[in-house]
């Protein structure tokens, strides 16, 4: 009774921090951009602006929520909802702290690129059923540029696996005791970090929304609350990349004096505020630049890094 | 585990009997990823959490998406949905009802031949075994699919090839 009772305090834990971190990230993500490109960011609302938040919600919740009668309305309704039902269920697989974690999957790794495979669904679909043709245009771009980048965020990541020998998460983090993955697999991480762009659609590759030239991508017709559901999943998305980033690469929960949940989430901050810079300082590339910077060199990269890293272990093991 | 198999078998035939009624092929498509993912479920829980993540990655999560993808570019309209009703005849279904009887048929058969192999409490086969496996008595065979794979590859690259006046063309015109 006590492990069902532990087990639940930990799937609405997860989820109810999640949620929350992702709709605080709103106000942390509009003050750092406001400090790093020298101006003021909200700061009226509450102590530091905090209540913007408050006030984001309040109005969004309140929004009409339209749904265009050119569009095909239950693909339209599901489509927002994928993203984040995709992500959260991410999640599930990474383990906080030596026992925190929701479910300890010998296949944690790869039930992280699955989710993050079905999370395409949520643009292609968004894109298509509102029957507009710049949402269109977004969900192609959107759906070219995830597929590509996922093939080799998949092949990036094979290097750690090889090192760890398992796709256990936890068993990941164990094996990062003596040395963190992001010194001997660092051509890895640098790929997964671009590749988690790409999935997140972040801002140096966030061409499925480019408003300059799109309106707002795939999300154009989506109004209320139906739209909130694309930014939290957004949002979500950027905490589950870096929590995997640190997962992965920067021995997760391992570090001296504080407890490992707080090893934890302060690596993921500093990742999210990567993130947020990367958004300060980059401008986008080219639709074709990114396709050819996919194809081109990132993949044969990612290949190499799988065979050299593969041939080491071999010789030294 | 049993509630699980027989929850999840359910839905599969469901959602492959929706897959074919769909007139909107995009719905249908979706109603086909829904099939994919109960199957996965069902993987799961026979022990093979390994095929089960591939079935999610690789058909419900990159085949699946590089379909819709098509159906999206066609830009089917209103009308394509009215040429399906008037292609979905019931008598349609009467040659395809007959052929899948019989496979029912013969699936109940072996399944009743063979009670004795109960579907549940195998063993989990792990990612480790499934790749021992795969690269130790199958070698020959992976092999052999990789090179249908990289055919299939050369043959869509030189599909996909733009020729090389029509570039110059490209060119003078630009």
Redesign the interface.
């Known amino acids: 009774m006590n492990e069902i009772i532990r087990s639940l305090i930990i799937v609405v834990g997860v989820l109810v921090v999640m949620l929350s971190i992702s709709a605080g990230l709103i106000w942390l993500e509009r003050r750092m951009l406001g400090l790093w490109q020298d101006r003021y960011g909200p700061n009226r609302a509450g102590p530091f602006g905090l209540m913007q938040v408050m006030a984001d919600m309040i109005k969004i919740l309140f929004k009409e929520d339209w749904i265009p009668p050119f569009a095909?309305r239950?693909?339209f309704v599901i489509a927002p909802a994928v993203v984040v039902v995709t992500t959260l269920m991410s999640f599930a697989v990474i383990p906080f702290a030596p026992s925190i974690g929701v479910v300890n999957?010998?296949?944690g790794l790869?039930?992280f690129?699955?989710?993050?495979?079905?999370g395409?669904?949520s643009v292609?679909?968004g894109?298509?059923?509102s029957g507009s043709k710049y949402s269109?245009l977004g969900?192609?771009r959107a759906?070219?540029q995830m597929?590509s980048y996922?093939v080799f965020m998949?092949l990036s990541l094979m290097g750690v696996v090889i090192l760890a020998g398992s796709?256990n998460l936890g068993d990941i983090v164990e094996a990062q005791r003596k040395m963190w993955f992001c010194i001997p697999q660092f051509i890895g991480l640098v790929i997964f970090i671009i590749a988690g762009f790409a999935e997140t659609h972040r801002l140096p590759f966030d061409l499925p929304e480019a408003e300059s030239e799109l309106v707002a991508g795939y999300h154009s017709e989506y109004s209320g609350m139906k739209f909130g559901m694309f930014f939290v999943g957004e949002y979500l998305g950027i905490t589950l990349i870096s929590a995997m980033i640190v997962t992965l690469f920067f021995g997760g929960w391992l570090g001296p004096v504080l407890p490992p949940l707080v090893w934890f989430l302060l690596k993921t901050l500093v990742f999210v505020l990567g993130f947020i810079l990367a958004r300060a300082s980059l401008p986008r590339p080219r639709y074709d630049q990114l396709m050819s910077y996919a194809w081109k060199v990132l993949l044969p990269l990612s290949l190499l890094n799988l065979v050299v890293t593969g041939g080491i272990v071999l010789a030294v093991g | 585990m049993n509630a699980v198999f027989y929850l999840s078998a359910v839905v599969a035939v469901v959602a492959t009997l929706m897959v074919i009624t769909r007139l909107?092929a995009?719905?249908a498509l979706?109603y086909l990823?829904v099939s994919l993912l109960s199957v996965a479920v069902i993987f799961f829980v026979l022990g093979a959490?390994?095929v089960?993540?591939?079935e999610?990655?690789v058909y419900?999560?990159?085949i699946m998406?590089?379909f819709?993808?098509v159906i999206?570019?066609l830009?089917l309209g209103p009308q394509t949905v009215e040429r399906e009703r008037s292609w979905l005849l019931p008598s349609m279904w009467i040659g395809p009802t007959i052929l899948t009887l019989i496979l029912a048929g013969e699936l109940i058969y072996c399944v009743l031949q063979d009670r004795t192999h109960g579907l549940m409490g195998t063993s989990v086969v792990?990612?480790k075994q499934v790749g021992i496996t795969l690269f130790g008595p199958y070698l020959l065979g992976v092999e052999l699919a990789s090179m249908l794979l990289l055919a299939g590859l050369v043959g869509a690259y030189h599909l996909g090839r733009r020729d090389p006046e029509e570039k110059q063309d490209k060119g003078g015109n630009g």
Request: charged content about 5%; glycine content about 12%.
């Open positions: 095909d239950p693909v999957l010998n296949i790869l039930f690129l699955g989710m993050a495979a079905l395409v669904y292609v679909l894109g298509w059923s269109l969900g192609l759906t070219a597929l996922e998949g796709f | 909107n995009v719905h979706l990823i959490p390994f089960a993540a591939l999610v990655i419900a999560g990159a998406v590089l819709v993808f999206m570019m830009n792990g990612p």
